[in-house]
């Protein structure tokens, strides 16, 4: 376990305040930090919350409402090609206050049935992670006590981990792993023979793989595989799968706190009660609104050209600096500067633009390097004219003080 004392301690926007705070902007800041989508979900949703106000004085249904799984298990079942009754709404589908929530209760869950399953075992539980990674998968295995295990996830194995690779010893002990396709930060997306051969990693082994799959509908072109069309390749079964939608990028709605997990119904049953005793729930208002927003793909559409609108402005503007490329998806550039930190620092400071050091999402690996602390990451979720503006700030604060870095000091060719 990593020397650990808070979750103060790795938060990465703790850890940018930190870095930040002290020093003023040198322009009206641009705060690319975050991804917080700033384009609005549709009208709609007030008038749903609005309908169902009588609603309030309930406590959330754990279960949500029929009407909300039914239609997030028909979204599941068009979105992925699934064969009819592969979902059902009753058994494998749970409404969730957004993906967050339910990733850190799931690992919250899956520690626990390993407990109860192994007893009083010598070493803890491990949990599986992706180096980079969002913040929450190593806070849910802080918390509970398990032993965090980074997996590599850089350019020279496609920005994916290779849990295969690990010593089966060490996957033995495993009571849950994530997986995050379109990756954040990375934006890379797992191939669907990826995603089967995890499925079946967890099953021989015997641990929880989690999907995190919050960004499966920002895309350019092609929408990403997920790991439901990969069970449909291993013959249908949803034994040892999660995996986690939500409504927050999907439909630019993070403060409306709505999700689902779907997956085998053992497992679903597990996080239920974990949400139970220490979650919250989802509300009836909130449901209906996000029963419509599931149905609904127009307003998705529009967040898909709202994206690529940006992305092509970073394209025309970034060229071939930083390392630019054309995610699979999300919404986040992963740009090499050579010093994340220092880049981060001297972007706030001289051009009042509010980047995230990749290396605080990251843990430096047994070789002591950290995967991320070449990077910058940027969110693209502004509007046209404040991204083109972030993007030309990067690069006239950034340009010549990355080339004259490299020049200094040559670009390692074995890390991404």
Known sequence: MPNRRSFQSFHPFARLGRLLDAHPPGAEPILLSIGEPKNQPPAFVAEEIAKAAATWSSYPPPRGTEAYRGACADWLTGRYALPAGMIDQAKHILPLPGSREGLFFAVVAAVQDYQLKHGNAAEPPVVLLPNPFYHVYAGSALAVGAEPVFVPATAASGFMPDYAALDAALLKRAAFCFLNSPANPQGAAAGRDYLARLIDLARRHDFVVGFDECYSEIYAETPPAGALEA???????????????????????????????????????????????????????????????????????ANRDYYRQNFALAQRILGNRFGFRQPAGGFFLWLDVGDGEAAALKLWREAGVRVLPGGYMAEPGPDGVNPGARYIRVALVYDAASTEEGLNRIVQTLGDWVGARDAEQPLAAAEG
């Open 231 to 301: 069970a449909i390749d291993l013959g249908g079964s949803l034994d040892h799968l999660l995996v986690f939608h939500s409504l927050s990028k999907r439909s630019s709605a993070p403060g409306l706190r709505c999700g689902f997990a779907a997956g085998d119904a053992a497992l679903i049953d597990s996080l239920d009660v974990a949400l139970r005793v220490g979650g919250a729930g989802v509300s009836h208002p909130i449901l209906a609104a996000g029963a419509r927003l599931w149905r609904d793909e127009a307003h998705v559409e």
